[in-house]
């Protein structure tokens, strides 16, 4: 009975997730990149706060049934995302980025933080599970100014980095893996894409990972392959989200789902479901 109430919960909170769709995005791109009640003087605060935000209660409601409490992350959150990053790409996975990258990307092991050129352009989000940051994620807007961070590691074509916002440093914490954390940051995500009219999200993830965690959850191969640095193990794939596609909240939803019921009173993962985030 009691599970067949909870999907009954994720079910209303799916439908309630599509409405979105058949709305017009309250704020489109030019909007997003000079919003003067955001950013009447560009010396007053970060390019990136113009598409910072309050989520909308259904991805609350979300994180909610999973223990978990999404968020936009202010300035003063920043480090705790840096110091997460720290402990999962650094220390768990051994990333030991070479000096004089291109984004400024360096590890302060005395501080326990990553830290790199785009941290106070970007906005941050993420999750937390009582008074811990468990995941973190963060968008880089389009800026004519500067570009994105994964276009200074290789050639992009045009046509995939117009009306484009980047995603990157998505990270969760070790002991909270298993599908639903990840999906609650990629929902985020989707959401700020389609809030602020973006044609396109974009992410890089390593394979293997890229097909096993990122394409189930509705990303799409741009047919981009790199190396951030030569000395890589593995190459990394550029995958985009469109926010206009209805698929990815149903994939997302299809995750959280699965990783409920997992923790349901004789609830099992099946063949597939235990999946690692980066």
């Known amino acids: ?98 000096a004089g990258n291109p984004s400024g990307l360096r590890v302060e092991r005395e501080a326990g933080r990553m830290v790199d050129d785009y941290d106070d352009e970007a906005v941050w989000f993420g999750a937390y599970r009582g008074a811990a940051l468990v995941a973190c994620c963060r968008v880089i807007p389009p800026d004519p100014r500067r570009p994105l961070e994964v276009a200074r590691y290789t050639a992009i074509p045009a046509a995939i980095l117009d009306g484009a916002l980047e995603s990157n440093r998505l990270a969760v914490l070790r002991g909270h893996r298993g599908g639903g954390t990840f999906a609650l940051v ?34 799409d191969f741009t047919g981009v392959r790199f190396r951030y640095h030569p000395d890589d193990p593995h190459p990394c794939e550029l995958l985009t989200m469109s926010p206009d596609g209805g698929h990815v909240v149903k994939s997302i939803a299809r995750t959280v789902v699965r990783a409920v019921v997992r923790e349901l009173p004789g609830g099992r993962a099946g063949p597939g479901d235990r999946r690692r985030t980066p």
């Open 1 to 98: 009975a009691l599970g067949r109430l909870l999907m009954r919960w994720l079910l209303a909170l799916l439908v309630a997730a599509w409405v979105p769709l058949f709305l017009p995005p309250p704020v489109g791109v030019t909007g997003m990149l000079a919003d003067d009640d955001v950013l009447a003087d560009e010396k007053q605060a970060p390019r990136g706060e113009a598409i910072a935000c309050d989520l909308p209660w259904w991805i609350h409601q979300v994180g909610r049934v999973q223990g978990l409490r999404p968020a936009i992350l202010g300035r003063e959150d920043i480090d705790a995302c840096r110091r997460l990053l720290f402990r999962v790409f650094h220390e768990e996975i051994g990333w030991h980025p070479p």
């Open 186 to 219: 990629v929902l985020i995500l989707w959401w700020i894409a389609r809030r602020h009219g973006v044609q396109r999200a974009l992410i890089t993830a390593e394979e293997p990972l890229s097909q096993k965690l990122y394409r189930p959850l509705g990303w």
